[in-house]
């Protein structure tokens, strides 16, 4: 797509006609009735299959300035926002768009150039979840307070993801300052603000992901059955699977094959980048019947929001404090050490870790699928009373 094709020159002299700029922008000149030159620029787009056009500036409006609001406009586009209804709401006062807004605009402009859909689910589910309380904040009022209010709760605990939210906050905000939507310094910035105000990275405590000890895990299993809702029943196939939080909360139902009863895990979505195959025990079945009766869309656990998945925010409240959702995975892996003969590389493999040196890894072509469904049986029936298939209650 070329652009800037005229010269200011050139928009001087026109006569009557239509001279193309490039990029859907272009200078309209009529003749007057009363024989005098009017002109006028437009920007043309395609907007849900529809051609659309709205008005970069008529008299006075040099070809500069023109090509600055159609750059706008291009990029409203492009984030699936149309200009005309934006440049409609501004004239109500209802220009201003959410956090939440900005957020999905930036998203949606940024994930062509992404690797992977892994990334794209990754900003979402933190911004969404985390940043939760500035999500239907008018973007332009977002200041350093709101910003801290987000960023504290989680700044000592985990200074890793807490690091990554401030640097997505702080984007979603660069980005509405170029749409125009705010102005002013970034209060998620980093260097000569927020530095001064929260304590350096290196300085915070990153530790181990705390685990509830497996011995604990059946009457933990227990109460969570006694619990009817949503959350519950995640935690519960968490923990039958030994799969990570995100795994789990971005499960969708194309991802399952309930016939063979294995839950196949894009390698975008994988840490190591790598498909999963996770054979699903009786208890694990049971969990996704249930959650198929009430199926509301692809996710498996669908969250308030439409079309999203399950906060991770919802396990917080069910886990006892000392113990992390990410745990359940050192449980389950210290259950497998101290209670099965099951071969180390069968336990590693249900946690998705690769074993050996490279040259083993390279010859072991399979990932012992049937070997690990006779492990994951077992582990199913060490979290339910006496190895029995749990009947679930209904999830609300």
Known sequence: ????????????RAGPGRYGDGGGLALFVSLGADGSLNRKFVFRFTWRGKPNEMGMGGYGTTLAEARTKAAVAREQVRAGINPVEAKAAAKQHKATPTFGHCADALIKS???????????????????????????????????????AVLQPVWQATPETASRLRGR???VLDYAKAMKWRSGENPAAWRGHLALILPKRGKLSRGHHKAMPYPQVPAFMTELRDIESMPSLALQFLILT??????????RWNEIDLDAKVWTIPAARMKAGVEHRVPLSESAMAILE??????????????QRRGASLSDGAFRSLIPIGATAHGFR????????????????IAEGALAHATGDATEQAYRRGDALEKRCGLMEAWASFCVAGGKIVQLRSAV
């Open 110 to 148: 940024k994930q062509s150039a992404w690797r992977s859909e892994k990334h794209r689910s990754q900003w979402r589910q933190t911004l969404e979840t985390l940043a939760a309380p500035l999500w239907d904040t008018p973007v332009d009022e977002v200041d350093t307070t709101a910003v801290l």
């Open 330 to 345: 050192s449980a389950f892996r210290d259950w497998c050490g101290n209670e099965t003969s099951f071969p180390r590389e």
């Open 290 to 303: 249930k959650m198929a009766e009430i199926r509301t869309g692809d996710f498996v656990f669908a969250g």
């Open 169 to 171: 906050i702080e984007a």
């Open 1 to 12: 797509m070329k652009l800037n094709k005229l010269t200011a020159l050139q928009v001087a």
């Open 242 to 251: 030994a799969a990570r939080a995100g795994e789990v909360l971005g499960a």
